[in-house]
């Protein structure tokens, strides 16, 4: 099993702007150079329900941005308004510095990728590849060059004379992305593509897409409800929760400091840990505390200083969570979950269940007691009352 945790802190830190090495990358490609999307102040409405409301978004040259959150949270209709299959009800979106808020899709010089493949049954591979090519008029000499060019990225070489009812799941799935890169577009948009598939299909072409970003350098953005495609495909990422954007970062960003609660809860497996306690100041230090311990935040960076005795929530990763002898607090294990390279110990700490992942080899059974501690230095405090970090 994947650990989200080994895959945020690979992420590294913030990224910088990444449009000089994408526009490297698409000319090498023989692409166009990558475009910018701005999205300012988007509302839209379905019927009497507001979908999306004043929502802004930058996406950057050349970055690979994942809309990530639950079903029903608005991200696949952020993506079809850019894409210009929904109408905006206010606001402006943007591609390449010109207004696009009511261009027709076939203008906006961008490629959708479906969840369901679509491929005409009764096409060949080379056929589904060319058709959009051949519709617009698109020389021979020109057309046979670009589907080339996505056969040899995809790997598809050997399958262009086969038709749709010939090919597994993958690999119709690459042909739906190859028909995509054939139009060269200025940005590429994936809505759940990966979705159809098993678990190793996915992971396999999420592998294919974050290479096929590097060689295209082309700006992608990308639907997911799935955690661990967003955090290993994404440049930067947007979690999304009803329609607004409750942050927006790198993926080491927010998965280490997530900017309230639900970000915080949505990202990581197992779920950060959360416990209820109150801000205490006693002689120069800040603690956090709660009937039976309390730990020292002092180095935690507020926001703005503490109130005393203020109520809030303390979250802990569970690889933050070290279980093992000579620690400050003792639990009962409840339960073990092996997984592979590690394993999850879930303790029961007066009532509340703590998850730490422990990859040591110290046997350890449900009911045996354990002392465990938290690792202080990474942390986060959110506001009780709001759920926003402190």
Known sequence: ??????????????????SVDARAAADAAGLTNPANVAVRNLT???????????????????EFVVLL????????????????LIDVSDGSIEIAGEDMTWADPKDRRIALVFQSYALYPTMSVERNLSFALRINGTPKAEIARRVARASEMLQLGPLLKRKPAQLSGGQRQRVAIGRAIVREADVFLFDEPLSNLDAKLRTELRR??????????????????????????????????????????TPAEVYARPDNLFVATFLGTPAMNLLKGTLETRDGSV???????????????????PAQGLPCVLGVRAEDVRVGEGLAQQAKVSLVEPM???????????????????????????????AFSFDAAHASLFDDAGGARL
């Not at 839209?44 to 050349?62: K, Y």
């Not at 592979?340 to 046997?363: C, F």
């Open 69 to 84: 959150g639950p079903s029903g949270c608005g991200k696949s209709t952020l993506l079809h308004s850019i894409a210009g």
């Open 44 to 62: 839209i409405r379905l019927g009497a329900n507001t979908v999306i409301e004043n929502l802004d978004l930058d996406v950057r040259a050349g």
């Open 287 to 305: 603690e956090f505390c709660t009937a039976h311990w309390r730990l020292d935040v002092s180095a935690y960076p507020f926001k703005s200083a």
């Open 208 to 249: 294919e897409l974050k290479q096929l970003h590097q060689r295209l350098g082309a700006t992608m953005i990308y639907v997911t409800h799935d955690q661990v495609e967003a955090m290993t495909l994404a440049t930067r990422m947007a979690v999304m929760r009803g329609g607004v954007i409750q942050q927006f970062g």
């Open 1 to 18: 099993m994947t650990n989200v945790a080994d895959m945020g802190n690979a992420m590294g830190d913030a990224l910088g702007d990444p």
């Open 340 to 370: 592979g390279n590690h394993r999850v110990v879930w303790l029961d700490y007066h009532g509340e269940q703590v998850a730490s992942i422990d990859q040591s080899k110290t046997p350890v059974g449900v009911g045996d007691s354990v």
